[in-house]
Structure formats: structure tokens, C-alpha cells
């Protein structure tokens, strides 16, 4: 069997013989090339170009539309646990309750078309940040036909080859070697995009987060790993869990840029998207970014969280919810009370409807089970 020539080993003379008259290959840069930057190369410069601006400055219309865009997903995400407890939904089911700021902040820098995103099995939330029908997101979570994977992938195993949005999940850290792919793919591409690959703190001690860590560094592939770290993984603290709890430390024997970002702010997280992102499309190479934030749900529908106070949980909500941080800001800017009840009004119809829509769609029929298992018909 023949092997694949590995990004790093094509056409290297071509490749330095462009570099030389300034001319940027759309080629991975070779080993050396890494060894060559090492005089540039300073793991906390993104991190203090971040802290000199810290918060992004949105016009009325945006940060109105970050709001309702968390807002959503907040109500959606009820709605979901609602249905779970009636037995509409099956399976697992994984809420994204507190950590809406991550999703909406990161997503709305990225260009659509353009970028791809892959995460894990948390992925309701990333899903609605991306503009995708609340609809089939939901008629998915109760197995039907309408859903976006034909009822067959539930909660977990959710796909838009149309939003560039990969997934959904199942198992811990496999979206991070596959994100590695797809940026291995804008680069051969020339495409000029990048992906967005979401992680949490238990998948970061994961080995093949780590040996894609060294392949996109190593070819300076255009993706920005982020770890959503919400404290307790599965259920334990990263402080029993992590010898290193600094996660955006993590890329650092890589020679990965690490980012350090308060994810209960959507203003602070659409800032550090900027910084990360630029980075990346100018050609720097992979960042790693970690997104403080916190679920107020347990890490499952069918986990109890006993591991944590309701104390430790309700402090959370009333000090950093990033929903009310949002709304507090639109109010700071002349929006009235009026007007925020009526975008929640409006918002829980759209939920609604999305409910009534799954709740009446067929389920797939049997002959179902039998296609998108392969690529081509057998």
C-alpha cells in the first residue's frame, strides 16, 4: 500500500524558494521553518495583546443580537430538559445551561462559508450560535425524521455539511484530532479559512489532543482549539482531576500561544475571537484558548451533580450570568424592560413552535437504519 506524503515533506525546495522572494505558500511550512521563527516565537504575546483591550465595543444592534442569540439557546435548552423529563428525549442529553456566552461570542467572529467548527457532545448551543433552525435541532433531539441528522443521531451526533458544522460528538476528544483535519483541509485548500475546535476540561487530558496539538503546530495548521473549561468535567473538580489547571498553558511545549478568557462574558469572549482569529488567518499558526465558564445543569440530564452545592451553583448565577450580564448592558445603553420581556416572549413562541414541530414529525421508518452508513450506495 502506498503512503501519503505527510504536508511537511512537499516540495520543500519550492516551498523555501517562495519564501525567499516573499511569496507565502499555501503548502504547510516545513519542520525547520518552526525551528527558524524560534526567535519570534513568545508564548504570552496574544494573551497580553488581549489584556490590553480586553472587551469587544458592539453597536445596539449587535450586542442585541448577542443577547437574543443566548437568550435562545437558554430557552431552548429548558425547553429540552422539559421534554427529557417527559421521555421525548432519549439517550443522553447534555445542556449547555450557563455556557451560552462561549458559543455566541466565538461564532459571531467567525465568517460563515468560509470557517468550519467541530465540537463534542454538547452541542445544542453551538448549533443555534450558528444560525440553524431551532426547528430541526429539536425534531433531532426527539429521534425524527425532520431532525438534522433524519432522527438518527439525537442529541449527541449532530451534522450541517451546509453551516460547515461537523459535529456533535460522542467520543471524549475525537472532535479535536478530526478539527485537525478540517484545518488540515482549509490549508490544502487555500481556502483562507479556519476551524473552530471546542473541547472541555475532561477531554483536555485526552493523548490525542496532545498529538494533535504537535501536527498543527508542526505545520502551522489555521484552527483555534478551545477549551470550554466548566470545572467538573464529568463530574470532578480540574483540581483533582488536572496537574495543570492553567489550561491555556497546555499548548505551551507545543509553541502554541495560550489565551486566557472569562467565557461568562460574551464581550470578552467576542474580543479574544478577534485576537485569536487574526492570528490565525495571518498566518501564525494555532492558538489555544481557555474559556472559563461554568454549566448550571448537571453534566447530563441524568446526573444528579451532588458533587458541587446548590449554594456554589445559585452564587454563579446571581454573580456571572452571562445573560444577565448582557441584559444589564443593554439596559446601561437605553433599552427598555418593555422591550427585553417582548425579545423573550418572541423567543419562547420560537422555542415552542420548535417543540410542537418535533413533538408532530414521523419518526424515520425502518429503512432508515440502512442508509448514511456508507458514502456511496452498495
Not at 19 to 47: E, I
Not at 359 to 370: G, H, R, T
Amino acid at each position: 500500500m502506498a503512503r501519503a506524503a505527510s504536508p511537511s515533506s512537499a516540495t520543500s525546495g519550492n516551498a523555501q524558494a517562495k519564501k525567499s522572494a516573499g511569496v507565502r505558500s499555501n503548502s504547510a511550512p516545513t519542520a525547520n521553518a518552526a525551528a527558524d521563527a524560534d526567535g519570534d516565537f513568545a508564548l504570552k504575546s496574544l494573551q497580553e495583546r488581549f489584556v490590553a483591550d480586553r472587551r469587544y465595543s458592539p453597536g445596539a444592534e449587535e450586542l442585541l443580537g448577542f443577547y437574543e442569540q443566548m437568550l435562545l439557546i437558554r430557552r431552548f435548552e429548558e425547553k429540552a430538559g422539559q421534554l427529557y423529563g417527559l421521555g421525548l428525549i432519549g439517550g443522553f442529553c447534555h445542556l449547555y445551561i450557563g455556557q451560552e456566552a462561549v458559543a455566541v461570542g466565538l461564532q459571531s467572529a467567525l465568517e460563515e462559508g468560509k470557517d468550519s467548527v467541530i465540537t463534542g457532545y454538547r452541542d445544542h448551543g453551538h448549533m443555534l450560535a450558528y444560525g440553524i433552525d431551532p426547528k430541526v435541532i429539536m425534531a433531532e433531539l426527539t429521534g425524527r425524521q425532520a431532525g438534522i441528522s433524519k432522527g438518527k443521531g439525537g442529541s449527541m451526533h449532530m451534522f450541517s455539511t451546509e453551516h460547515a458544522f461537523y459535529g456533535g460528538h460522542g467520543i471524549v476528544g475525537a472532535q479535536v484530532a478530526l478539527g485537525g483535519g478540517l484545518a488540515l483541509a482549509h490549508q490544502y485548500r487555500g481556502d483562507g479559512g479556519l476551524c473552530l475546535a471546542y473541547f472541555g476540561d475532561g477531554a483536555a487530558n485526552q493523548g490525542q489532543v496532545y498529538e494533535t496539538f504537535n501536527m498543527a503546530s508542526l505545520w502551522q495548521l489555521p484552527i483555534v482549539f478551545v477549551i470550554e473549561n466548566n470545572e467538573y468535567a464529568m463530574g470532578t473538580s480540574v483540581k483533582r482531576s488536572s496537574a495543570e489547571t492553567e489550561f491555556y498553558r497546555r499548548g505551551s511545549a507545543f509553541r502554541i500561544p495560550g489565551m486566557k478568557v472569562n467565557g461568562m462574558d460574551v464581550l470578552e469572549v467576542r474580543q479574544a475571537a478577534k485576537v485569536a482569529i487574526e492570528h490565525v488567518r495571518g498566518g501564525g499558526g494555532p492558538v489555544l484558548m481557555e474559556l472559563n465558564t461554568y454549566r448550571y445543569r448537571g453534566h447530563s440530564m441524568s446526573d444528579p451533580a451532588k458533587y458541587r452545592t446548590r449554594e456554589e451553583v445559585q452564587g454563579v448565577r446571581e454573580k456571572s450570568d452571562p445573560i444577565e450580564a448582557a441584559k444589564a448592558e443593554l439596559m446601561t445603553g437605553g433599552v427598555g424592560e418593555d422591550q427585553l420581556k417582548e425579545i423573550d416572549k418572541r423567543i419562547r413562541a420560537i422555542v415552542a413552535e420548535a417543540a410542537d414541530f418535533a413533538e408532530s414529525s414521523p419518526e424515520p421508518e425502518a429503512k432508515e437504519l440502512y442508509t448514511d452508513v456508507l458514502v456511496e450506495t452498495y
